[in-house]
């Protein structure tokens, strides 16, 4: 690797879009980044955004991921940014039970993703038609996988498993392994840097809340719960998803409805969540909105989201022996002072109150403590899963095992 090298392109494929950023590393802001959106269809286009904010769209010669890779690559030779790379961190979905961290990409471990697939089967197949365009476009350059599932590989079986008959775990892999993982360990690492506290005693909370939300329990550096599961769509509210449903609640809705269990799977990845709750938006800023004009569905939506997210909170508390910190983050986490105060409310009965002046004053991509005095803290702190998938792939192709906590937060 040249002593030069010292920018990571880090990769987010989605079935029908792919987004990049260039991150140099020990900062947090990407000097390039962009996305291809509309892959797969006639009109498929991808947009550069530079340093300095100046944005180019281009259209694509042929609507495919490896097409927007060539297109990307080339951006990269034009602003002499290609050599600077040190590695290609790849975000993937889901590692099953087989990936505990993120890995160098060799044809072994994509063929361990692609065994794993099936468990993601929107995602995953997306993730790998971006690893393997990459691979064949550069294939000198390290590239690793980075996976939303690996942090929480630490939860305990009793967190993991699923009380349905046993065999069912072992034939199928039918068991909870949560998402948003690499949000969780950033945020778990910066609490514990920002916070001061003793990395190898700590409780946290961690709510993360954006279009996907979940809720993380993590202790002394390691993931013991969190309220996503087999797929994205168990735990909270979500912007179109449903969270916790009573299957016998999906099989009576499936029956009235005469829908199969794909399409009543879809509706509640699709149509459900605030969306479906408020029949207005799944966007928790036009909701706030609507709210305070005082339409009756807006207020419901969000109300039944803080309901749940409260009780998962509180739930999560079990797994932890100490409360250090309950941490916001995610679009929502971040900047909504409503939904924060809404929640912390309804958590009094475990101590916890908000400062109020401090709760309005931090939005906008800031970090904060907004706790009130005597109140175990409450922060604010913003995510960066494009930071911590860069870190991973830096770490890996530079020969070095990525840790759990990113070395440099101690
Ligand atoms: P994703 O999960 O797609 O990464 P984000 O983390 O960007 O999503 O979060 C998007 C959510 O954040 C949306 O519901 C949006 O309305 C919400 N959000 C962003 N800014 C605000 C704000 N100022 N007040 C309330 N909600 C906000």
Redesign the pocket.
């Known amino acids: 690797m040249a002593s030069s090298a010292t920018r990571v392109l880090v990769i987010n494929c989605g079935s029908s879009s792919l987004k990049f950023s260039v991150l140099p590393l020990q900062e947090n802001t990407p000097v390039f980044s962009g996305l291809a959106e509309r892959l797969g269809q006639p009109e498929a286009s991808m947009t550069f955004v530079e340093a300095q904010g100046e944005k180019t769209t281009l259209v694509l010669d042929e609507p495919s991921h490896r097409c927007a890779l060539s297109l990307l690559f080339s951006q990269l030779t034009r602003l002499n940014m290609l050599g600077s790379l040190c590695a290609i961190g790849h975000r993937v979905a889901h590692g099953g039970s087989e990936f505990t961290h993120s890995v160098l990409l060799t044809p072994e471990t994509v063929d361990k993703i692609r065994r794993v697939s099936p468990l993601a089967p929107l995602h995953n197949p997306a993730n790998l038609i971006g690893i393997e365009a990459a691979l064949a476009l550069l294939p000198e350059l390290p590239q690793v996988a980075v996976f939303d599932t690996a942090f929480h590989q630490t939860m305990p079986p009793e967190a993991y498993t699923y009380a349905i008959p046993l065999e069912f775990q072992q034939r199928y892999q039918i068991r909870r392994y949560g998402f948003h993982g690499t949000s969780h360990r950033y945020i778990a690492a910066e609490a514990v840097a920002y916070l001061q506290l003793d990395p190898a005693h700590h409780g946290i909370l961690i709510a993360h809340?954006?279009?996907?939300?979940s809720v993380c329990a993590v202790k002394n550096g390691r993931s013991v719960d969190t309220s996503m599961g087999m797929t994205p769509l168990e735990g909270l509210v979500m912007?179109t998803r449903c969270g916790d449903l009573d299957l016998g609640a999906a099989a009576w809705l499936a029956k009235c409805t005469g829908q199969s269990i794909e399409s009543l799977c879809h509706l509640a990845n699709t149509q459900c969540g605030?969306l479906g709750l408020s029949g207005l938006s799944?966007?928790?800023?036009?909701l706030?909105a609507a709210c305070e004009k005082g339409v009756p569905r807006a207020r419901l939506a969000i109300e039944v989201m803080v309901h749940r997210l409260a009780r998962h909170l509180g739930g999560h508390l079990a797994a932890l022996d100490r409360l250090d910190a309950l941490i916001f983050t995610?679009?929502?986490g971040?900047?909504?002072?409503?939904?924060r105060e809404l929640t912390v409310r309804r958590l009094a009965v475990f101590g916890l109150r908000l400062d109020e002046q401090k709760n309005l004053a931090i939005?906008?991509g800031q970090s904060g403590v907004i706790s009130a005095p005597g109140s175990p803290v409450i922060a604010v702190i913003p995510?960066n899963e494009e930071k911590m998938i860069a870190e991973d792939a830096a770490a890996i192709a530079g020969g070095r095992q990525a840790t759990l906590l990113p070395a440099n937060h101690f």
Do not use: K, P
């Open positions: 809340l954006g279009n996907g939300s912007g605030l799944s966007d928790c800023r036009t706030q995610g679009g929502i971040e900047n909504s002072v409503l939904v939005r906008g995510t």
